[in-house]
């Protein structure tokens, strides 16, 4: 068990429709990190936030959003869904020294199926 | 463009019979380069990271190796609970903790 819980584990929806998935951090951790896992383009890094800030932005669609709440639980906002977004989506946390090392704590996802 | 290729995508191999999974990669400055598995249904999980090249890592039956352009996980007498698909990644210069460049994976299957 990584530390890191996210919610749903499963969704199903249809196109146009919008979700949220929800990250809970490992205990202590200020960053938050949001990655999209597809059979095609592999493990692709989306967004992280730090203490509730955006800190760094990756390949993430305008119509995807995020944010990191006082708690530090972050929130990945999906809207206008089309088949492509149909996926894994991760988050991932790291401590102090943890992003310095490399070591992401990953959750066991949110799969993502738009019909 | 940076870029991290895994070879081969799948890998079969039979209890005990040894082998090595390939990371080549392409990145403006390496800031490091990672390890992960991946079981089925799961997040990826930490093994190792290399800074510079020459540098190995060990843990249990793999062994992490750094060159300039590649890197290799070395499996030695491989037994099934080490089937799982190991991914490769990369930070660059300038890029975010976190902010990792992922290979596609290799599958590595082994069969008692």
């Known amino acids: 068990d990584s530390g890191v819980t996210q919610t749903p584990k499963h969704l199903i929806t249809a196109t146009g429709q919008r979700v949220t998935l929800r990250c809970s951090p490992r205990?202590?951790?200020?960053?938050v990190y949001w990655y999209q896992q597809s059979l095609d383009q592999g493990l692709q890094f989306l967004i992280q936030?730090?203490?509730?800030?955006?800190?760094a932005k990756g390949n993430i669609l305008e119509r995807f959003s995020a944010q990191q709440f006082p708690d530090l639980h972050s929130e990945l906002n999906l809207s206008s869904l089309e088949l492509g977004d149909s996926a894994l989506y991760f988050c991932?946390?790291?401590?102090?020294?943890?992003?310095?090392?490399?070591?992401?704590?990953f959750g066991e996802g949110s799969r993502l199926t738009v019909l | 463009e940076d870029q991290v290729t895994q070879s081969p995508e799948a890998l079969r191999l039979q209890e005990g019979e040894s082998s090595s999974l390939n990371c080549s990669y392409t990145?403006?400055?390496?800031?490091?380069l990672f390890w992960y598995r991946q079981d089925p249904g799961k997040g990826p999980e930490f093994l190792f990271t290399?800074?510079?090249a020459g540098e190995e890592k060990e843990k249990e039956r793999l062994k992490a190796t750094l060159t300039k352009k590649e890197s290799f996980l070395h499996i030695t007498a491989p037994k099934p609970e080490d089937s799982a698909t190991y991914l490769c990644?990369?930070?660059?210069?300038?890029?975010?903790?976190?902010?990792?460049?992922f290979g596609k994976g290799t599958k590595l299957s082994v069969k008692p």
């Open positions: 991932a946390s790291t401590g102090i020294t943890g992003g310095t090392t490399g070591e992401l704590f």
């Open positions: 205990s202590g951790d200020l960053s």
């Open positions: 936030y730090y203490n509730g800030e955006e800190r």
């Open positions: 990145v403006s400055g390496l800031r490091g």
């Open positions: 290399l800074y510079s």
């Open positions: 990644a990369v930070r660059r210069d300038g890029g975010s903790q976190g902010n990792l460049i």
